[in-house]
C-alpha cells in the first residue's frame, strides 16, 4: 500500500493516538466507538468523508470504495463485517480478523452504513485540522487549500495565477501535498510529473539522494530529530558497489524503501504503522533462511494477506536481480546461485 501520502495515520501515534481524535460534535454517542475505529484504522484508503480521495488510493488498482457512493442494499453492516473478516483478495482490503474484535467490527460498520452511506440526518467525521490534533490556526493555510480540494490544479500554468494563487501553490507544495491529493487534473497541454518516491513522514524536501557533506549536518525531516523514524530514513553508506548493485540502491530507495525504510528494518514511519509490519532485511532470524531464488519469487508475486505488492507488472527480472544484490551488500549477505 504505501503510499502515500494521506494524512499519515502514525501522526494519531505522536500527538496520543486516538485520544487526540476530535469527534464531530452531532455524532451520536452510539456510533463514537465506530468513528473511533474508522479514523485510526480506515481513512488512509477510504479518507476521512468516506470517499476514498486520498493520495493512497489514487496509488491503489482497483481503488478503495466510495462508502458515498456505495449502494445501500449491497453495503449493509453485515457486509461490511463480513469483509473485515475475510478482507478482499486481489485488492488492498486486507482481512482485520485478529485486529479488530467482532464487535468493533459491527461498530465501525454501523459508522460507516449510518454516516456515509445512508447519511442519516446532518452527521459528519472527525475535523482532522483541530487544535487537539496539532493543528493551530488552520485557516493560515487558505491560500493552499484551493490545490488541496482539486479546485485548481497543479497543471494550471504559474502565468495564470494571482499572486495569492502563487503563494497558495507553494504552500501546497511544502505543507500539503504528502497528505492531500496530487491536486493535478486530466492531461492538459502543461501536465505536472509527479514522481513517485518514498515519503514515510512530512519531508521537507529531505531526499534520501542528495545527502550533504559529511561537514554539513544533515538536513532534516519537517519531525526534525523529534521523530524517532529519521534514523531509518537514511540510507547506509555504501561503497564498492557494482554497477548492478548501484542499480538496485536506486531502485530500492525508490520503490522499496516505503514501507521497509531506507536502513531496510521497515521501523520508518509507514513500516511501523502497517500490519503485519514489513519484513527487516536486517534481521537473521528471517534472513537466515532466505535464498536469492525466494526472494526474487516474494518480490514477483507479493504475499497474500500483507501490504506486500506483486512487483512483476512493474519490475523486470534485471531490476528485482538488482534490488537483491542491493539487499545483499547493504543489509543481509545472501549466497550467490
Not at 542528495?210 to 523529534?226: G, R
Not at 548493485?245 to 511501523?272: E, M, P, V, Y
Not at 504503522?273 to 507479493?302: W, Y
Request: charged content about 20%; aromatic content about 10%.
Amino acid at each position: 500500500m504505501p503510499f502515500l501520502l494521506i494524512r499519515p495515520a502514525l501522526l494519531f501515534l505522536l500527538l496520543g493516538g486516538l485520544n487526540s481524535v476530535t469527534l464531530a460534535t452531532d455524532t451520536p454517542p452510539e456510533l463514537s466507538a465506530g468513528q473511533k475505529i474508522y479514523n485510526y484504522r480506515c481513512y488512509f484508503c477510504h479518507g476521512y468523508a468516506g470517499d476514498a480521495k486520498t493520495v493512497a488510493a489514487s496509488f491503489l488498482t482497483p481503488p478503495p470504495v466510495d462508502f458515498t457512493r456505495a449502494d445501500a442494499k449491497i453495503f449493509t453492516p453485515q457486509h461490511i463485517v463480513a469483509t473485515l473478516q475475510k478482507g478482499k483478495p486481489g485488492t488492498a482490503m486486507k482481512s482485520f480478523q485478529g485486529i479488530l474484535t467482532e464487535k468493533e467490527m459491527m461498530e465501525v460498520a454501523n459508522f460507516v452504513v449510518t454516516v456515509f452511506i445512508q447519511r442519516s440526518g446532518n452527521l459528519t467525521n472527525t475535523y482532522y485540522h483541530t487544535p487537539e490534533n496539532g493543528w493551530p490556526n488552520h485557516q493560515r493555510y487558505a491560500d493552499a487549500f484551493p490545490f488541496a480540494t482539486g479546485k485548481i490544479y497543479m497543471s494550471q500554468p504559474i502565468d495564470t495565477l494571482t499572486a495569492s494563487q502563487v503563494r497558495g501553490r507553494e504552500l501546497f507544495l511544502s505543507s500539503c501535498v504528502i497528505c492531500h491529493s496530487k491536486a493535478d487534473g486530466p492531461l492538459s497541454d502543461n501536465p505536472v510529473i509527479w514522481e513517485a518516491r518514498p515519503l514515510s513522514f512530512p519531508r521537507n524536501h529531505f531526499d534520501h539522494s542528495a545527502q550533504p557533506a559529511p561537514s554539513t549536518p544533515l538536513k532534516l525531516d519537517a519531525m526534525s530529530s523529534a521523530s524517532p523514524y529519521l534514523l531509518h530514513d537514511i540510507p547506509p553508506k555504501i561503497t564498492n558497489l557494482s554497477a548492478i548493485g548501484l542499480r538496485g540502491q536506486k531502485l530500492f530507495q525508490d520503490n522499496c524503501a516505503f514501507c521497509h525504510a531506507a536502513d531496510g528494518t521497515g521501523k520508518n514511519w509507514i513500516g511501523s504503522f502497517l500490519e503485519p509490519h514489513p519484513r527487516n532485511l536486517r534481521d537473521e532470524n528471517f534472513m537466515k533462511g532466505m535464498t536469492r531464488d525466494k526472494f526474487a519469487a516474494t518480490i514477483r508475486e507479493g504475499i497474500p494477506e500483507t501490504s506486500m505488492p506483486a512487483w512483476k507488472s512493474v519490475l523486470s527480472e534485471v531490476e528485482i536481480t538488482a534490488i537483491i544484490e542491493y539487499v545483499s551488500n547493504a543489509f543481509y549477505p545472501l549466497p550467490k546461485q
